[in-house]
């Protein structure tokens, strides 16, 4: 028989679908024929390839390696000013200065009041509202009261923006100095 026959039945052998009589000619033609042979090995490859076991675990060293990359990343900016305690401390602070002022303060921190109420409309900080809203929380006072926090609050936007000015101009002055090192 000729290799035109035994071609196109090699995948069928490799697969182990055929009868055994016919297992045994191509055997025995494959012993003799080179090229059927080398036919044969590659359909063995390409099924060993694709239904072999996969082997996906990771490389031995995989966890060293990545701790590695890890270690020689640069370290992340981290803030060491816990934002939120110190925002409430503050908080806390202001009401308290106010209340102090306004329970032993007398003439002298109604007057004081009176005039951050004063600077505050100046400012043209939304003092109606602050009113409206706390309503007589401080009874007569609550006008007073609202004005100095209104003033306060208006403090507070200039210092914020002052703070968040000096550290971006902090951090761009950083940046070019980093810029400029040799890495
Ligand atoms: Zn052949």
């Known amino acids: 028989m000729r290799c035109s026959y ?28 080179p090229e059927c042979a080398g036919l044969l090995e590659e359909l063995r490859v390409i099924d060993a390839l694709l239904l072999g076991p996969r082997r996906l675990e990771p490389a031995a060293n995989f966890t060293y390696k990545v701790m590695a990359d890890v270690r020689a ?9 816990p934002t939120l305690p110190v925002l409430v401390t503050y908080i806390v602070f202001a009401w308290a200065t106010i209340g102090a002022f306004l329970w032993w303060g007398g003439s002298t921190a109604r007057a004081m009041l009176a005039m ?7 400012f043209g900080f939304a003092a109606g509202v602050l009113t409206t809203s706390a309503g ?29 000015g000096l550290y971006a101009l902090r951090r761009a002055r950083r940046n070019a100095q980093r810029a400029s090192e040799p890495s």
């Open 136 to 164: 007589h929380l401080f009874g007569a006072q609550t006008p007073e009261v609202t004005r100095a926090m209104g003033a306060i609050l208006g403090g507070d936007v200039l210092l914020a923006g002052a703070v968040a």
């Open 116 to 122: 951050l109420g004063a600077s505050a409309r100046q």
């Open 6 to 33: 035994f071609k196109p039945r090699l995948d069928a052998y490799v697969d182990g679908d055929l009868e055994p009589r016919e297992r045994a000619l191509i055997a025995v033609h494959v012993g003799s024929c």
């Open 73 to 81: 990343l640069p370290q992340p900016h981290v803030h060491r000013i």
